[in-house]
């Protein structure tokens, strides 16, 4: 484990370091996301921390809003992102594995063809050419990866990439279209005004995101009583963790652990029940399981659709019943 001196002010313009105050949660979630198999060195995650919380609360970071918000990061994907970064070929090997296929669904989703079409794996294995940076000294400093900070998952950022990436390969071909092209008449070809380009929509999406509205509505029944007011209380009634902790009767980073561990929970009974289908409703057919792709873009497309109300979803569990419990009024 790396040495880090003590006896150095916080300085948050210096790359790679926290607040004295935070180190110990870090290092607490560095032995959380085992980032050992890809020999990740902590002070490369410590880095990615500060980078990510500077985002987020500029250069006055306490403890207790570190804590909260880090737990809701994707920290496993943040280590992964920089072990890549770092050129692991451990981590390199997992990535490709877990992601080639995926980038190909999300292109193919893009273009609207089939994941096995040449444009669409054209589209989704350039951006390893990115994602590794070029070849040579400093390609680490010119990675994609270095502009990851874990507030969203690594499949939502890429996919968000792959789109930008389409958006500005069609502007490059319309920036490059004839400007001197003769019309009929015989007169120049007055310039145009550049249109507007459109994202293709996924012709499929929103039957993705029924299948995740019936997934999380499952998901979220089987919790038990304790853990949906957890959710209540944080998500629907926009409580503190503070004041969360009064109601349930836990410490203030308990609860912040028990919400993502419930969070973890949750997300892992939604891509079970995704993958293993739906049972049929009235003679119909039963809907199939979907693969790895198919359910990050579930997960994708319920994450950038503001209609789906956890807040809803969560009327099963009654926050109000526990006891000390009393509605938020107002802000």
């Known amino acids: 484990m790396d040495s880090r001196p003590d006896n150095l002010p916080y300085d948050p313009a210096r790359d790679g370091r926290l607040p004295d105050a935070c180190v110990d949660i870090a290092r607490r979630l560095f032995a959380e996301v085992g980032a ?13 921390l500060a980078r990510s919380a500077r985002k987020r609360f500029g250069s006055s970071i306490e403890a207790s809003e570190f804590e909260a918000y880090v737990s809701t990061l994707h920290l496993q994907d943040l280590a992964l992102a920089c072990a890549c970064l770092e050129g692991s070929d451990t981590a ?7 992601y080639r296929g995926y980038l190909r669904a999300a292109s193919a989703a893009i273009l609207r063809c089939a994941p096995s079409e040449p444009s669409a794996v054209e589209l989704a294995d350039s951006l390893f050419t990115d994602l590794y940076g070029l070849s040579g000294q400093g390609a680490a400093n010119r990675s994609l990866f270095r502009y990851f900070h874990g507030r969203s998952s690594l499949k939502s950022w890429l996919r968000a990439v792959l789109a930008q990436r389409h958006i500005d390969l069609i502007r490059a071909t319309k920036r490059f279209e004839s400007l001197d092209e003769q019309a009929a008449d015989g007169e120049p070809r007055r310039l145009r005004e550049p249109r507007t380009v459109e994202l293709p929509a996924d012709p499929r999406r929103e039957q ?16 038990d009583a304790r853990d949906r007011c957890r959710l209540q209380l944080y998500y629907g009634e926009d409580r503190t963790l503070a004041e969360i902790g009064r109601v349930i009767g836990e410490h203030e980073s ?9 969070r973890k929970e949750l997300r892992a009974t939604v891509e079970g029940l995704l993958r293993a289908g739906s049972a049929a409703v009235n003679g119909g057919p039963a809907p199939m399981g979907l693969d790895d792709a198919q359910v990050a873009l579930c997960i994708q497309y319920a994450a950038e659709e503001a209609a789906i109300d956890l807040d809803k979803l969560l009327n099963p569990a009654k926050s109000q019943d526990l006891p000390g419990h009393e509605p938020k009024v107002g802000p």
């Open 254 to 262: 308990s609860v912040s652990r028990n919400l993502e561990r419930v």
């Open 92 to 98: 390199w090997e997992e990535f490709v594995a877990d």
């Open 36 to 48: 050992d198999r890809w020999q990740l060195s902590f002070k490369v995650f410590e880095g990615a």
């Open 208 to 223: 993705y995101l029924e299948r995740f509205r019936e997934a999380l509505t499952g998901a979220l029944l089987s919790l």
